[in-house]
């Protein structure tokens, strides 16, 4: 490989799919599940996000409430592994 080019890796739709949640109406995935998507840490997506928010739409992201983040650890806590949950 050249100095320079990137290399391409496929992610399978599923891994995708399984990573979608509802949350205020709109699909989203978490921080956490798109950094390792791309597979770099969740700290350095959200900085990359921060300094280059002219390359994102306005909708890109969003903060959870305190009640939205409690109610998703509770259905990460009690979902089963075997249909898409987190351990």
């Given at each position: 490989?050249?100095?320079?080019?990137?290399?391409v890796t496929v992610v399978s739709i599923e891994r995708v799919q399984?990573?979608?949640?509802?949350?205020?109406d709109q699909k989203v995935i978490l921080d956490s599940d798109l950094a390792d998507l791309y597979g770099v840490?969740?700290?350095?997506?959200n900085e990359q996000v921060r300094r280059n928010t002219a390359r994102f739409p306005p909708d890109f992201m969003f903060r959870l409430t305190?009640?939205?983040?409690?109610?998703?650890?509770?259905?990460?806590?009690t979902s089963n592994e075997g249909r898409g949950g987190r351990r």
């Amino acid at each position: 490989m050249a100095k320079g080019e990137a290399t391409v890796t496929v992610v399978s739709i599923e891994r995708v799919q399984s990573r979608i949640l509802l949350i205020r109406d709109q699909k989203v995935i978490l921080d956490s599940d798109l950094a390792d998507l791309y597979g770099v840490p969740t700290k350095r997506l959200n900085e990359q996000v921060r300094r280059n928010t002219a390359r994102f739409p306005p909708d890109f992201m969003f903060r959870l409430t305190s009640a939205e983040a409690e109610s998703l650890r509770s259905q990460i806590a009690t979902s089963n592994e075997g249909r898409g949950g987190r351990r």
